[in-house]
């Protein structure tokens, strides 16, 4: 299980942040429903010094490419989330459904008037907060990637299991989204 890997293939801008990539104890599917799990290392530097960061993230191949669209938990300027969400706007025609417990809001590139509630169903939104916490999402494409800070717990059901049907999820709505 402990695969490594350097040079993902991913456009998600987890993949553009810092340098010297490495995705460690990485999981995927290769078949249909294809998706990569793994924890990501990768350097960031400032001034005279670096930092050796951890995150995790989920890469899901969708049934059919989609617009542009950012999901976060921290949509103020200056929040965590930047540099992630630099580029994309609150857009008004993006109001997500209220679902129970969902903190996310929708961003978009500039010009982008995607509906995200036919892809992030309040189903889909209330998986990701029960996946151990909120996730950073992005959709580039036919790619979705969800990620955060800190290792995934490789070993635990508890969070395979969600983790699972949220992608199953995000496959069949992407389908549903695109016709």
Not at 24 to 32: A, D, L, T
Not at 52 to 57: K, S
Not at 133 to 153: D, N
């Amino acid at each position: 299980m402990n695969i490594r890997a350097t040079n993902l293939p991913y456009t998600g801008r987890l993949f553009r942040t810092g340098m010297l990539h490495t995705a460690c104890e990485r999981i995927f599917s290769n078949g249909p429903g294809f998706f990569d799990v793994a924890n990501l290392e990768f350097r960031t530097w400032r001034i005279k010094s670096t930092k050796l960061n951890h995150w995790h993230y989920v890469a899901i191949r969708l049934s059919a490419p989609q617009p542009p669209i950012y999901l976060t938990v921290h949509p103020s300027p200056g929040a965590f989330a930047l540099p992630f969400t630099q580029g994309y706007t609150p857009n008004r025609r993006m109001t997500l459904t209220p679902a129970a417990s969902s903190p996310y809001v929708a961003l978009s590139l500039p010009g982008g008037e995607a509906d995200p509630n036919r892809l992030f169903t309040p189903e889909l939104r209330g998986l990701l907060v029960d996946c151990d916490g909120a996730y950073e999402v992005e959709v580039v494409g036919e790619w979705m990637f969800l990620f955060r800070e800190g290792r995934y717990p490789c070993f635990a059901p508890e969070w395979w299991e969600p983790m699972l049907r949220v992608i199953d999820l995000a496959e069949t709505n992407s389908a549903a989204a695109a016709s």
